[in-house]
């Protein structure tokens, strides 16, 4: 299987700032990767697909990069509506992998 | 409006089986894969499988640790995904989630999820 590594697992941030999360593939999985936001109690939100494009409806704040072993989400300008647990997944091959997941949190 | 709504959890003993329902709407069912991903208490995602469209094939898909256990399929006519999950254990406990796979265009396996149900809770205790 692969394995999907994230780092920080938290974070502390204020609102207004910006911060990237990355996420490691244990091997190559070209652009296959998602991002997705989960808050307390809610089912997750999806935010990124093929590693840079922007799900429908997701905010313009999201955005990320990368292909092969390493990828990255950055959130802009963190607003109080933000602080959550973001988690990465690979969908390059069976079984589908999601990385351990980073919480921001309020500084 | 594009939705889907998963029914059937609830607590059952050790060894008992459970079919979970996802019942969509607001879309053309019959154009999409579906995935169920599991979430234990206080812990991360976990995917447990998907299944295609008819259109490619219609076959399920499953994470190791399910195959055998677990069966996902789908009633076209009624727009419902189901995972019928058998000999449950205390590690199946969790919120269990639906959501839509679109297709990567040019790829036949691969699918990326972009709309998630609310999700409903199996308990597995003695």
């Known amino acids: 299987d692969i394995q999907m590594t994230q780092s920080p697992s938290s974070l502390s941030a204020s609102v207004g700032d910006t911060v990237t999360i990355t996420c490691r593939a244990s091997?190559?999985?070209?652009?296959?990767l998602a991002w997705f936001q989960q808050k307390p109690g809610k089912a997750p939100k999806s935010l990124i697909y093929?590693?840079?494009s922007l799900q429908r409806g997701a905010p313009s704040k999201f955005s990320g990069r990368g292909s092969g072993t390493d990828f990255t989400l950055t959130i802009s300008s963190l607003q109080p509506e933000d602080f959550a647990i973001y988690y990465c997944?690979?969908?390059?091959?069976?079984?589908?992998?999601f990385g351990q997941g980073t919480t921001v949190e309020i500084k | 409006e594009v939705q889907l709504l998963e029914s059937g959890g609830g607590s059952l003993q050790p060894g008992r089986s459970l079919r979970l329902s996802c019942t969509a709407s607001?879309?053309?069912?019959?154009?999409?894969?579906f995935s169920w991903v599991r979430q234990a208490p206080g812990k991360g995602l976990e995917w447990v499988g998907l299944?295609?469209?008819?259109?490619?094939?219609?076959?399920?898909i499953y994470a190791a640790s399910m195959k055998g256990r677990f069966t996902i399929s789908r009633d076209d006519s009624k727009s419902i995904v189901y995972l019928q999950m058998n000999s449950l254990n205390t590690e199946d406990t969790g919120v269990y989630y639906c959501?839509?796979?679109?297709?990567?265009?040019?790829?036949?396996?691969?699918?990326?999820?972009?709309?998630w149900g609310k999700g409903t809770t199996v308990t597995v205790s003695s």
């Open positions: 959501a839509r796979d679109i297709v990567v265009p040019g790829a036949t396996y691969n699918y990326f999820m972009d709309v």
């Open positions: 607001g879309f053309n069912f019959n154009d999409y894969a």
């Open positions: 299944i295609r469209s008819k259109y490619y094939g219609g076959a399920p």
């Open positions: 091997q190559g999985i070209s652009n296959y």
């Open positions: 093929a590693a840079s």
């Open positions: 997944q690979q969908y390059y091959t069976y079984p589908y992998t």
